[in-house]
């Protein structure tokens, strides 16, 4: 689909819309993101995407509305469809690998392992990102645009695409699940629950 040309005024002005309304959301878009993907580069090119995707339809975004969450909305829909697209294909197989290691004199080399990389590489931060990383994609989402991005219902469900009824009910199951995950090591911090 061709984009219909418009004037170098026009162009001018979008591009003046893009960074004053679009750019300064930059770091908030790579950590909801990240908190995605768990992992930088996935999330580098999430970022990427949406900023592409807003810019080509910066003609359809309503100046002065909630910019914020137009961009999480175009991110979290990226995100669905790569996803998706992900779940259609089968895991790749680097063939250079595999050549390799026939090559390869000594086949029973098993390489050198680093121990503290191995021991730390799982570890994912403080235990509360731990528990909300645990959580279902949908209700991560949810705590992710409402406790941390400070998004309203109404907005969450914009974003969402799902009624604010379900962003309540997500809300309220995704804090009893980090409620539960957390309980133990609340307690060992020195916390007494309230009854």
Known sequence: ????????????RRDA????????HMDTLYNFG??????????????????????RFIHSYQEG??????LFRILKNAFINEYRKRARQ???????EVVHYQDREDASYSG???????IFQGLMGDEVTIALNHLPVDFRTVVLLCDIEGFTY?????????????????????????????KTYAASQGFKENR
């Open 1 to 12: 689909m061709e984009t219909p040309e418009i004037s170098p005024e026009e162009k001018i």
């Open 17 to 24: 819309l893009f960074q004053r309304e679009f750019v300064p």
């Open 34 to 55: 990240f908190h995605l993907t768990y992992n930088e580069v996935d999330a580098q090119d999430l970022v990427q995407e949406t900023l592409l995707k807003a810019y």
């Open 65 to 70: 509305t909630n910019a914020k969450a137009w």
């Open 90 to 96: 089968p895991d790749p197989i680097d063939y250079e």
């Open 112 to 118: 050198y392992v680093d121990l503290r990389q191995e």
């Open 154 to 182: 109404e907005e969450i469900a914009s974003i969402m695409d799902v009624p604010i009824g379900t962003v309540r009910s997500r809300l309220h199951r995704a804090r009893n699940m980090l409620k539960e995950e957390l």
